[in-house]
């Protein structure tokens, strides 16, 4: 069946998404009929008399073709009428806390990204934000902060969590944040607009780390923001062209080539992880598997109306502890042992002492026996060999 169109922003959008994926941002160029976005590299554009811009393009840092067309892709991705691209999921983030003013309070989920906490934490801190870490599956215990003298005026949930794959109600945080008059960011990098769409479901922004799963190949790093708000929108462009944490054209291009896949890719790899979850679920030398697809996932109910699969990372605990961890990720051959995710190949790698060493010894720390696989779309088949092995090599 030909998906239907609708018309936004006076351009005529399919709706279903791995239509989306493969079209937005990507027109047919008028002038050459080149079906793939060219990189524009320029980094300025001529301008008829003072002040006359041609295209609406004046500076490479507050605008560029390529990176426009990977901002309309976003948008279009997330069912946002806004998209803004940066030079790294962090640089996103940053923009981001550009919204708030010193003396205003952050209430963030407590399990994130280490860099995000550490960026909150160590930088922010400094300018008179302060940053409070909170169990966000807790409703009860959201409403409460929310309604404390000095509220926070943003809440940041990272759902599924990195690392310890925690999922969050994004509608009910997000509802009670807008009667408290507080924005809410979802930190959507490990779901994808393809299996999750927050602002659907209330928030006010959707961030990814565009290095994972958009971009899908382990070869660029990005961010990106999405937004239904032309108020916050306004704002953030102003600081991505004042702070200038910009991707660059081929970066853009890069990304957007990954966008295409995205949905195939996450078909696979949700698929492969969910097998592998089941497997290792009865290992005997895991203690714990922590991954949204099983029915033991304290969040199963919510995870089947919250997003569309459980998605491609999963983590578990091994019995023999933090050593028994260390010899297991040092043993593997498919999954290669490297920091990042959400690209074609499978990786391997302890939080605590890798991604998540900033975050040791504040409410964030992970435990140490925690193994984190990032599930590409290789053979399951090969996949659960090359773990079995690992677990043999482990143990003698
Ligand atoms: O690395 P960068 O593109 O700046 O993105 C930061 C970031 C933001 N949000 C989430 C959920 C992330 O996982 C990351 C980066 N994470 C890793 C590098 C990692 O291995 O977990």
Known sequence: MQPTLTCENGRHMPDRFETLAVHAGAEPDPHTGAVVPAIQMSTTFKQDGVGGLRSGFEYGRSGNPTRLALEEAIAALEGATHGLAYASGLAATQNIFYLLQPGDRLLMSDDVYGGTWRLADKVWRRYGIETDALDLRDLDAVAAALSADHAPRMVWLETPSNPMLKVVDISAVARLAAVAGALTVVDNTFATPYLQQPLALGADLALHSATKYLGGHSDVIGGLIATRSDELAERLRFHQNAAGAVPSPFDCFLIMRGIRTLAVRMERASANASALALWLADRPEVERVHYPGLPS???????????????????????????????????????????????????????????????????????????????????????????EVAFSASAS
């Open 297 to 387: 996932h304290p969040a199963a109910e919510l995870v089947a109306r919250q997003m569309r699969q459980p998605g491609a990372m999963l983590g578990f605990e091994m019995r023999g502890g933090e050593t028994a961890a260390r010899r297991f990720a040092g043993a593997t051959r498919l999954f290669t042992l490297a920091e990042s995710l959400g690209a074609v190949e499978s990786l391997i790698e302890l939080p605590a002492p890798m991604t998540h060493a900033s975050v040791a010894d504040s409410p964030l720390a992970v435990p140490p026996s925690l193994v984190r696989l990032s599930v590409g779309i290789e053979d399951v088949g090969d996949l659960r060999a090359d773990l």
